[in-house]
Every structure is written in C-alpha cells, then in structure tokens.
C-alpha cells in the first residue's frame, strides 16, 4: 500500500478527512468557548470564591497558631512561677539561717 505524503484535500481518505472535520470542529468550540463572556465571567466567580475560602482557612489557620502560642506561654509561665516559688523557699531558708541573731538552726 503506497503512501502518499502530499495534504492536498482531495487525496485524503474518508478516515483523514473526518479526523481534520474533527479537530477543526474541536478547535472553533475552543475558541468560541475561549471568547464567550458566560464562561469567563463564570471563571472568574470561581476564581473569587476559591480565593475566599483560600482567606478564610488562613484566618482560622493564624487563629489556631496564636491560641496554640498563648496557651504556650500560659503554661511556660506557670512552670517558671512554680519553679521560682520553690527556689525562693529555699532562699528564704538559707537567709533565715544566715541571718545574725537567727535561732533557725538552734
């Protein structure tokens, strides 16, 4: 079977033929689809939506990352309260012993 490597229109086949029909077809729905002002008014809705829920996930994502770091630092400064109570304890007895006069360890 001889191929024939010319694009003239009448030497192609059927199968040729129906397959160019096809993707011409293809082609002016891409474009019309392209240019037609539903579709892109209908894009960009999304586009603004999509970019609403995106602001909104960062909102409740900051609000989660800050009660995260003020419950954080809530808790860091229980632990140093406590820790400095204890030490002051102890201080408090290491001056009462030291202290001139006292009768702590008598």
């Known amino acids: 079977m001889p191929q024939d490597d010319s694009s003239d229109p009448k030497t192609l086949t059927r199968k040729e033929r129906a397959r160019s029909q096809r993707r011409a077809a293809y082609q002016w729905a891409k474009e019309r689809r392209a240019n037609d002002p539903r579709t892109a008014a209908m894009k960009e809705k999304l586009k603004a939506h999509r970019r609403e ?54």
């Open 53 to 106: 829920l995106y602001q909104r996930a960062k909102e409740r994502q900051k609000a989660r990352a800050s009660e995260h770091k003020r419950a954080t630092r809530e808790q860091s400064q229980k632990a140093n309260e406590q820790s400095r109570a204890a030490a002051d304890a102890e201080l408090m007895t290491l001056v009462t012993i030291t202290a001139k006069g006292s009768s702590a360890l008598n």
